[in-house]
Each structure stands twice: as structure tokens, then as C-alpha cells.
């Protein structure tokens, strides 16, 4: 890392949204303004816990408030961007909610959301991360399903 290059710590939270109606089950995807797909997360602001936080970012970038979270399900990435001239490396710690509807109000962060299988959803889905987040969840409630 060059002398002139600061490294900056961030924390977000986020949650991997599904929606199941008629056996089919869907994932929540929004598309940003720089044209990647990923899944609705933001900072974790001074005094929240990192549930508060996905709560607050889901409901804040979708408009969906009715949410049941799943006990067992807390998953975390790391990864690293630029920002001007400072790496920022980003902890966010991920959460899996069923959503009770599928109706979306997007942020102006966002320029587009998607409902989608789980295998449409691994082919929009921009980055590795995500792609592994949602791998990681349909596995979960399929577990969660067959010890029901």
C-alpha cells in the first residue's frame, strides 16, 4: 500500500430477502446506479446492532417493514474498493428475512429491483459475494424446511 494511500474500516449490515408464495420462492435483487445487482445492505450507524442496521437498510431501500428473520442465519464478507485516494475495507454482516410482500419501493440510491429464482438470481447477482450469500441461504431454508 503506497505512503499516500489511507486504509479506512467500514461496517454495514444488510439482509438476503426472500419471498415464497405456492412453493415457489424468490429473492430480492436491486440494481444500483452504477449498473451492478447486488442485495440491500448500508452502514451500521453509531449505537445500532447489525440487526437494527439490515432492519433500518431493508426497509429504507425497499420500503418492506414486515420481515421474520431467521435464528441460525448470520453471514459475513469482506472485501475491499476505492475511494478517492483511500482503500476502504468493508465488513458486512448479512442476515436472511422472509418478506410477507412483494411490493418494492425503491430508494434513490437504486434504479431497479427484481424478484427472481434462486437460479435467475445466481446469474444477475454481480459479484461472487452475493452469488455465495444466496447459495448460502437457499441451503439454510432448505435445511430449515426439511426439519420442520
Do not use: C, Q
Request: glycine share 6%; charged share 35%.
Amino acid at each position: 500500500m503506497a505512503s499516500n494511500t489511507k486504509r479506512i474500516e467500514e461496517r454495514s449490515a444488510g439482509a438476503i430477502v426472500f419471498y415464497e408464495e405456492g412453493g415457489v420462492r424468490e429473492y430480492l435483487l436491486l440494481k444500483h446506479h452504477r449498473g451492478h445487482w447486488d442485495l440491500p445492505k448500508g452502514n451500521i450507524e453509531r449505537g445500532e446492532v447489525p440487526l437494527e442496521t439490515a432492519k433500518r437498510e431493508v426497509f429504507e431501500e425497499t420500503g418492506i417493514k414486515e420481515l421474520r428473520f431467521y435464528n441460525g442465519f448470520i453471514k459475513k464478507i469482506e472485501y475491499f474498493y476505492r475511494r478517492k485516494n483511500s482503500l476502504v475495507h468493508k465488513e458486512v454482516i448479512f442476515f436472511l428475512a422472509e418478506s410477507f410482500t412483494r411490493k418494492v419501493i425503491i430508494s434513490d440510491e437504486h434504479k431497479g429491483y427484481a424478484w427472481l429464482t434462486y437460479n435467475e438470481a445466481l446469474e444477475l447477482a454481480t459479484f461472487k459475494n452475493t452469488k455465495r450469500l444466496i447459495k448460502e441461504a437457499e441451503s439454510f431454508i432448505k435445511k430449515y424446511e426439511r426439519e420442520k
